[in-house]
């Protein structure tokens, strides 16, 4: 039977990833729990599809019940 996965089961994160403006610019203005949203997502994103996920509201309850966030 043939590997049907679309995803990846890894991709690469870069060392400097929280050095990088728009990651420090994400923590200030909406603090430390947008930076683990982001990797969430990233996550996500890269599971399901490689390079976008279709959004609708079970992922916004997920990621917010996953983390343990308000909506």
Not at 2 to 16: P, S
Not at 54 to 70: G, N
């Amino acid at each position: 039977m043939a590997n049907r996965k679309t995803g990846f089961t890894y991709f690469r994160v870069y060392t400097d990833k929280y050095t990088d403006p728009r990651i420090k610019k994400l923590k200030r203005k909406m603090g430390c729990e947008a930076i683990a949203v982001h990797d969430y997502l990233m996550c996500l994103i890269f599971q399901k599809h490689g390079c976008y996920v279709p959004w609708d509201d079970t992922i916004l309850d997920d990621v917010a019940e996953y983390l343990q966030l308000s909506e």
